[in-house]
């Protein structure tokens, strides 16, 4: 018998000052079998961040050749590809190929997935920002994610506060770029 995704049904409330972006989110979020609930979080955070008229969640690890989240105008032309975790650099090459802008969250090892990348082929790397998220913020907030949750979520000078219930997290929301050095 084949696995069925977890819905999640998220309601988020959405202050991003440094946009003065403010507003309510209601989301369904299919979880594959195959996705770690921290897979997921940084796909909600993700699209939280980059929150914009057009935006759509993916079916995730699920989506195939789709990426975790994009933006599509009024026409429904591409505009935006926004991976998470750890794409490959083809993937990368063909997002960036097939919209105005390309982007990645990522709660991994940043140091070592810029070292993958670097030297690829991969269309416009150097306008791709690479954002990193603190691994044991996610970590922990994926621990106290229900199936129903609802949170805030408040983003000022590149800080990312979280809160759930009575618990809040924080973590900056540092930008990378393919081809730079980090120490």
């Known amino acids: 018998m084949a696995l069925t995704a977890t819905i999640y049904n998220l309601h988020i409330d959405l202050s991003d000052i440094d946009r003065a972006l403010y507003t309510t989110l209601d ?12 897979y997921m979080l940084v796909r909600v955070l993700a ?26 105008d009024l026409t429904g032309k591409l505009t935006a590809w926004i991976e998470v975790g750890l794409p490959s ?51 922990e907030l994926a621990g106290v994610i229900d199936r129903r949750t609802s949170m805030t979520i408040t983003v000022t000078e590149r800080q990312l506060y979280v809160t759930v219930g009575e618990r809040t997290l924080i973590c900056a929301l540092t930008e990378h770029r393919i081809g730079e050095r980090i120490p």
């Not at 369904?28 to 079998?33: L, N, T, W």
């Not at 008229?53 to 599509?72: C, N, R, S």
Request: aromatic content about 6%; proline content about 3%; charged content about 25%.
């Open 27 to 38: 989301l369904r979020v299919a979880r594959q079998p195959s996705e770690s609930a921290e």
């Open 47 to 72: 699209y939280c961040l980059e929150y914009t008229e057009g935006i759509t969640l993916t079916q995730g690890v699920a989506a195939g050749d789709e990426p975790a989240v994009w933006v599509h």
């Open 89 to 139: 650099a083809e993937r990368l090459h063909r997002g960036s190929r097939a919209a105005e802008k390309a982007a990645v969250y990522t709660h991994r090892d940043v140091t070592q997935f810029l070292a993958q990348l670097s030297g690829q082929k991969i269309h416009r790397a150097e306008q791709i920002p690479i954002y990193s998220l603190d691994r044991r913020m996610v970590e």
